[in-house]
């Protein structure tokens, strides 16, 4: 673990960021400003400290860092703030990967439309992974609602991408369409349409068409009820006398199914509440 100069070494001693989930404190008000950009990067990045011994309070001193970048609108931190998106993607045992899901969009909201070209190019890097490339889409929807002038580019961001539904995860395309229903994107509906036409939503996530008119205010009410997904493939059928020390062991695609759904839920829980608040 590095070293830290007051003011930024109080971050340190602040403590569970979980009592101050929706009211940040007030971090330029503990002294901290646009010089203590740099030290506050090298906090927020800090591998050890997020690491730490998770009952100490250094552990959360790297959100509190990312949470005061935000409050600075510090411009130098998109880059170095956003590898963090891939760098601890496989990080679940520190418990960080949760919090940069749920609290980037909130930080890249505060530093605004500077970091609508790193995050689009984010975006479109097929080598970064699903839930990664899911926290750049959820920071551009973001500063599209913080900052109304940016919101048509955040659009036409968001749906470029899903343009792309053929090639697309269809997780992928799920929260594509998820983030349009959040911007209120009506225009692009027949884009929206098109890739659940072709078969290339995840419809756990997303819901199916008729949902998503719903959302977006083209029709009241569905017309049928839901039929089952065709991408929830049923699970591999092993013999009924089959057993693994005297139970019956599960096959390695409904272990894969549910690893899978266990992600697609945690993610999935922020949309549902945007739905909720909707209503």
Known sequence: MG???PPVDQLLTLGDCGETTQKWPDYPALGIGPEHVPDLIRLATDRELIWADLEGLEVWAPIHAWRALGQLRAEAAIEPLMRLFHELEDDELSGSYDWIMEEMPEVYGLIGPAAIPALTAYLADESHGLYPRTTALNCLEKIGK???DTRA??????TRQL???DKNDPELNAFLIGSLIGLKAVEVASVIERAFVGGRVDE???GDWEDVQVELGLKVARDRPRRPSPLIAPPE???DDFVENGHARPSSQERKAKKVKRKQAKLSRKLNRKKRKRK
């Open 163 to 165: 343009e792309q539904f």
């Open 237 to 239: 059928v092993l013999p």
């Open 3 to 5: 070293e830290y100069s």
């Open 146 to 148: 913080e900052h109304p």
């Open 204 to 206: 756990f996530i997303a």
């Open 153 to 158: 580019e955040c659009v036409a961001i968001l």
